[in-house]
């Protein structure tokens, strides 16, 4: 079985460090398609889902190595808002338990030790494709 996220994993610190290093050029890639700044709030979470909604029918379409940017930006922007949101969470990477189901993605770490992967996270809104799923997983974890 192929695995979709594998073009977004990461096989060591130093790369999700460089990865992290660019997440503003990313994400200012994917805020210049969009129709307007989303802001960086939990309700930009609305926009930025509005966006993906819009521009896939699905995860399929989303996960298309030409589609690789603009998923990469959305992950980040979901992460970062919940880094600015969800108190002392912060991005991290597990590199060391293969059987975690984020495995060498970014993920967002909270405080209590949870754990969430905004690349799932927007793939999941777009096979949910219901406005504002997205934020009320955001806000589940505040």
Known sequence: MSDPF???EFATREDFQVWLASDVEARDELYALMPGDPGRDIDSLDAVEAFLLARYRGPDEA???SEHAVLDGVARHIG?????ALGEASWAIDLDDPDN????LPLV???DGAEECPLSLATAALDRR???WLR???QSYA
């Open 136 to 138: 009320g997983v955001v």
């Open 6 to 8: 594998h073009a977004f």
């Open 130 to 132: 219901q406005p504002g």
């Open 63 to 65: 996960l298309k190595p």
């Open 109 to 111: 770490r909270m405080e």
């Open 80 to 84: 970062l808002v919940m880094v600015l």
């Open 101 to 104: 189901a984020y495995y060498r």
